[in-house]
């Protein structure tokens, strides 16, 4: 079974940076697709950014030029860089694995406990 396990949130005042991370863990041999989703209150969840294996990125356009995601392939890790946050950025951050390949087969799509992140006006 695959598990994501995020870490990095936190509160952080407009302006500031923060960085968060998910490793996935259970057997793993690749995942296609990496990526960082984000729900607000009273909001349904929206995409932030995505990079496959091999280093093609996508972002919403809120967090262009703000947010930067990155991987690790061999440790299967994602990471998401975020600079010049606003109060707005402030959501419960979702990891999400894609095309997971295991020794035990295909596994389903994955997602992270989430990890809470509060910008502070």
């Known amino acids: 079974q695959v598990q994501l396990v995020e870490s990095g949130g936190g509160l952080v005042q407009a302006g500031g940076s923060l960085r968060l991370s998910c490793a996935a863990s259970g057997a793993i041999f690749s995942i296609v697709v990496m990526g960082w989703y984000r729900q607000a209150p009273g909001k349904q969840r929206e995409l932030v950014a995505t990079?496959?294996?091999?280093?093609?990125?996508n972002y919403a356009d809120s967090v262009k030029g703000r947010f930067t995601i990155s991987r690790d392939n061999a440790k299967n890790t994602v990471y998401l860089q975020m600079n010049s946050l606003k109060p707005e950025d402030t959501a419960v951050y979702y990891c999400?694995?894609?095309?997971?390949?295991?020794?035990?087969?295909?596994?389903?799509?994955?997602w992270g406990q989430g990890t809470q992140v509060t910008v502070s006006s």
């Open positions: 990079i496959t294996s091999g280093g093609y990125t």
């Open positions: 999400n694995a894609d095309g997971i390949a295991t020794m035990f087969g295909t596994s389903v799509a994955s």
